[in-house]
C-alpha cells in the first residue's frame, strides 16, 4: 500500500519507501535519489541506540543483506531515542531524507518536516545478524600527498550503517582519521580497514577501547559500518564502529574480559566439536557463525576458531593453549 501524505513547502506527495529504496544507488557519489526529500519510511528493527552527540538510532531491514541499513538522527530533545528500545521495529511518517559527509539520514527533526511522526510495529523482534565479510571489501584510505586520505572507490556504500563482522585482523597503527581515533585493522595478507569505538558502550567518546593497542590481534571485530567525508579537502573514509567490548573478540576470550584464563575454558568446551556440538543457542555448530543469522561474536564460538575454518576441533584446541594466559 502507498501512502501519500502534504507537507508544508507547498503541495508534494510522500510515497512509503523502504530502507532499501533509500540507500540504494549507483549516482556519482552514492547520494541517495531521495536526498531533500520528505517520505513515509517502512522502517526496521532497532540495532543500536546512542544518546551521545546527535543522538541517532539505527535501523536495519532483515530482509536486505545490502542497502538494509540505515541511521536515524533524534533531532527532538530524545524524543525518539528515549521511547524506542533495540529490537523494536521502527516506521516513519513524513521523515526528511538527508546526505551529510556521505552517511544517508533520516532526519527526525521538525523544522525539516513538520509533520514528522514516528510508529514502533511491533516488538523484541530478533536483531539482524551481523554480515561476515572480508576485509577487502571495506578498504582503509589510500593516503595522499598532505596528509589527505582517500578511498580509492565508494563499493564499500551497499553496507552502509549494517552490522559487519570480520575475522583475523591485528591493529597496525592509530590515531589516524579526522579526530584522530581511527585504528587500522589489517588481516595476514595485508588487506586493512579502519575501526573506531566512539559509540562504544564502554569508553569515552575520542577515545580507544582498553582492548585497543598497537599490535593486539583480534580474532573478530563488528560493528556498525558509515562512511566519514568532510567538508572540504582532507578525508573520505569508512569506518567499523564498534558498539560494545564484545564487538572485539580476542581469540580465546570467552568471557569477553581481556585475558585468557580458566575462566574461558567452559567456553571452549561449549564450542568445541564442530558438527556435533548440541546446537544450543551460544553453540558451535557449523556454520552457525559463518553465515547468516548470526549474532554478534560474543555469543557464538568466533573468539575460539582460531584457525577460522568455521569449526571449533583439536587444532584450535592447540591455539587455545598457545594463547592460554595471555596478556
Not at 512509503?16 to 535519489?33: A, K, M, P, R
Not at 581469540?251 to 575462566?263: A, E, I, N, R
Not at 543457542?281 to 584457525?307: E, H, K, N, R, V
Request: net charge negative; aromatic share 12%.
Amino acid at each position: 500500500m502507498v501512502v501519500v501524505a502534504i507537507w508544508c513547502a507547498g503541495v508534494g506527495y510522500a510515497d512509503e519507501l523502504s530502507i532499501y529504496q533509500i540507500q540504494s544507488t549507483t549516482s556519482v557519489g552514492d547520494v541517495s535519489f531521495y536526498n531533500g526529500e520528505i517520505h513515509d519510511v517502512i522502517g526496521g528493527v532497532v540495532t543500536h541506540i546512542w544518546q551521545g552527540v546527535n543522538a541517532r538510532v539505527y535501523l536495519q531491514d532483515p530482509s536486505h543483506p545490502t542497502w538494509g541499513a540505515i541511521v536515524v538522527k533524534d533531532g527532538e530533545g530524545g524524543e525518539l531515542t528515549g521511547i524506542v528500545s533495540v529490537g523494536d521495529w521502527v516506521s516513519f511518517d513524513n521523515i526528511y531524507i538527508d546526505e551529510f559527509r556521505g552517511t544517508t539520514f533520516l532526519q527526525y527533526l521538525r523544522s525539516d518536516a513538520p509533520d514528522v511522526a514516528f510508529n514502533i510495529v511491533s516488538r523484541d523482534n530478533p536483531l539482524p545478524p551481523a554480515i561476515l565479510i572480508p576485509v577487502a571489501a571495506i578498504p582503509a584510505p589510500l593516503q595522499y600527498p598532505g596528509d589527505e586520505w582517500y578511498v580509492d572507490n565508494h563499493d564499500a556504500e551497499l553496507y552502509e550503517s549494517m552490522h559487519l563482522v570480520i575475522r583475523d585482523v591485528t591493529v597496525t597503527a592509530m590515531h589516524l582519521g579526522k579526530a584522530v581515533d581511527n585504528y587500522n585493522l589489517q588481516t595476514p595478507n595485508g588487506d586493512d580497514c579502519w575501526a573506531t569505538d566512539y559509540m562504544n558502550d564502554a569508553v569515552q567518546p575520542t577515545e580507544y577501547h582498553e582492548f585497543v593497542g598497537m599490535d593486539q590481534h583480534f580474532c573478530a571485530v563488528s560493528g556498525v559500518f558509515e562512511q566519514y567525508t568532510k567538508t572540504s579537502a582532507g578525508w573520505d573514509y569508512y569506518q567499523l564502529i564498534t558498539l560494545e567490548t564484545a564487538d572485539l573478540a580476542i581469540c580465546g576470550d570467552g568471557d569477553s574480559d581481556g585475558d585468557v584464563k580458566l575462566d574461558d575454558v567452559p567456553r571452549f568446551h561449549e564450542c568445541f566439536g564442530g558438527p556435533s556440538c548440541d546446537g544450543v543457542s551460544g553453540g558451535c555448530d557449523p556454520p552457525a557463525w559463518t553465515t547468516s543469522p548470526m549474532p554478534m561474536p560474543i555469543l557464538d564460538c568466533l573468539m575460539m576458531d582460531m584457525d577460522y575454518d568455521g569449526d571449533v576441533d583439536l587444532r584450535d584446541f592447540a591455539g587455545f593453549q598457545r594463547v592460554f594466559g595471555t596478556p
